[in-house]
């Protein structure tokens, strides 16, 4: 049987992958999936793709650009998710913040640098017309460290996926000030150049079999409820996320929202105004 490892957040969007699995999707095409989880998020999944330590991950697209441009040894290799992430504004709940407009001058906290909580940010800021300075961030590493650094006004800012995080806001360990919607597709697949370059037919069967799955997922009736369940969340919170939420069943990715991505990053200082790639250099084409 063929290995694979591919990495992902502990978070709903991916539970095509882990159903796929369990129905014995993978086994069936002769693939034997790994799967690891990275609770640090896209920064943690761009080190392990740097590292070696995966094949393939479903990561922000925002973050994968831009390291990709910085040196990533991997390509964009087809779309996940083809609707934006909404992302919660969040800070501690004795924390005096009430308001979005209040957070541009505080100290964020952050997974990690190249995190989706630290790009989204600096895009949140650029748009706002009022830019963060590296001063300003505080790596926390995932959402139990947010948790400890709100809660002792360590720092005040933080974002993360908005129903992720709703447990905490309906339990009274978080305060959700705003909201702010990715201008783009949220996630994408990328796959190491090595393991493209050693199997490529390996990785196109990996695709097929989430595909499929993404299909039956976005049409099974019980899908909100097997959700809420897994992750412990509100039906009627879980019905609205699924509801906005589209799974891609095709690869291709555009080129144009790959050139939006890396204008607005240039712009927002996470990229060099230098710092770019052709579209080809950063997505290839497996079909």
Not at 44 to 55: P, Q
Not at 152 to 173: A, C, M, N, R, S
Not at 197 to 222: C, S, W
Not at 237 to 245: A, C, I, N, P, Q
Request: aromatic share 10%; with cysteine; glycine share 8%.
């Amino acid at each position: 049987m063929r290995k694979i490892k591919v990495g992902g957040v502990p978070e709903h969007f991916n539970l095509p992958w882990h159903l796929a699995a369990e129905q014995g999707h993978f086994s069936a095409a002769d693939i034997d999936l790994e799967w690891q989880f990275y609770g640090g998020g896209t920064g943690a999944m761009t080190k392990a793709l740097r590292a070696g330590e995966v094949d393939m991950c479903i990561l922000l697209t925002e973050g994968i650009v831009a390291d990709i441009i910085k040196g990533n040894p991997s390509y964009i290799i087809s779309k996940y998710i083809e609707t934006p992430l909404l992302w919660g504004i969040h800070t501690g709940i004795n924390n005096s913040l009430e308001r979005h407009e209040q957070i541009y001058d505080q100290q964020y906290a952050i997974s990690r640098f190249g995190s989706g909580s630290h790009l989204m940010a600096q895009v949140d800021a650029f748009y706002n017309e009022t830019p963060l300075q590296d001063a300003q961030f505080e790596v926390i590493r995932n959402l139990d460290g947010a948790l400890e650094s709100l809660g002792k006004l360590e720092t005040d800012v933080f974002y993360w996926e908005k129903f992720t995080t709703k447990p905490y806001v309906d339990g009274g360990q978080l305060k959700r000030i705003g909201e702010y919607p990715t201008p783009w597709p949220c996630f994408v697949i990328a796959a190491t150049k090595e393991i493209i370059a050693r199997d490529a037919q390996l990785v196109k069967d990996t695709l097929g079999v989430i595909y499929q799955m993404n299909k039956e997922f976005m049409a099974h009736p019980e899908a909100a409820k097997l959700v809420s369940k897994r992750f412990e969340q509100q039906e009627a919170d879980v019905l609205e996320w699924f509801g906005s939420t589209l799974w891609s069943t095709s690869s291709q990715v555009s080129s144009a929202m790959i050139e939006k991505v890396i204008y607005t990053l240039q712009n927002a200082g996470v990229l060099e105004e230098n710092q770019s790639l052709p579209v080809d250099q950063l997505v290839k084409e497996l079909w």
